[in-house]
């Protein structure tokens, strides 16, 4: 991937996931997010990676 960064609308259409199920992903710490402010939130595209990683094994 070319960013370090991804919103998590950017996650959703990466993984194909829902809206719920991302927000699922971040509350559950599954997937770290970085709180920008209140509404933005962004996640470490290494850390999707690996979280990827983890569900293949």
């Known amino acids: 991937m ?3 960064y991804m919103t ?8 194909k996931i829902s809206r719920k ?10 997937i770290p ?8 939130m962004l ?3 290494s850390d999707i990676d ?3 990683s983890k569900r293949k094994s």
Request: hydrophobic residues 35%; proline residues 3%.
């Open 8 to 15: 998590i609308m950017e996650m959703m259409e990466y993984l």
């Open 43 to 45: 996640v470490k595209t």
């Open 2 to 4: 070319s960013t370090e």
């Open 33 to 40: 997010v970085y709180r920008l402010s209140p509404r933005k």
């Open 21 to 30: 199920t991302a927000y699922n992903l971040a509350a559950s710490g599954s």
């Open 50 to 52: 690996k979280y990827l």
